[in-house]
């Protein structure tokens, strides 16, 4: 078989089997969106539509900021284990 033929046969293959579509029958997955609905819906309802608080499980979410990501650093920093350097060798384990 020459080698365009038989990519040509793979590309078929997989146009027939990973198919994604809604068409698709038999399957025992659960049918998932692609985000594009929530966008699309968000859009038609717009930035003014008030949601209830009560919506969120996590009420944490609603007083995110833009440096909530650097204040959890800055909480977690003491915690860290000090990174390795290349000015200080390793320190060899002792046996006691």
Known sequence: ???????HQ????GRRFGSTSSSSTG??????TTGIEHAEAYAKAGRATRVDPKAYLCD???HFNV???YDAEVK???ARVPQPTNKK?????RVK
């Open 76 to 78: 977690m920093s003491a």
């Open 1 to 7: 078989m020459r080698p365009q033929r038989a990519a």
């Open 27 to 32: 399957s025992a997955a659960p049918k998932t």
């Open 10 to 13: 793979l590309w078929a293959l």
């Open 89 to 93: 060798p390793d320190v060899m384990p």
């Open 60 to 62: 944490e979410y609603l």
């Open 67 to 69: 440096y909530s990501y």
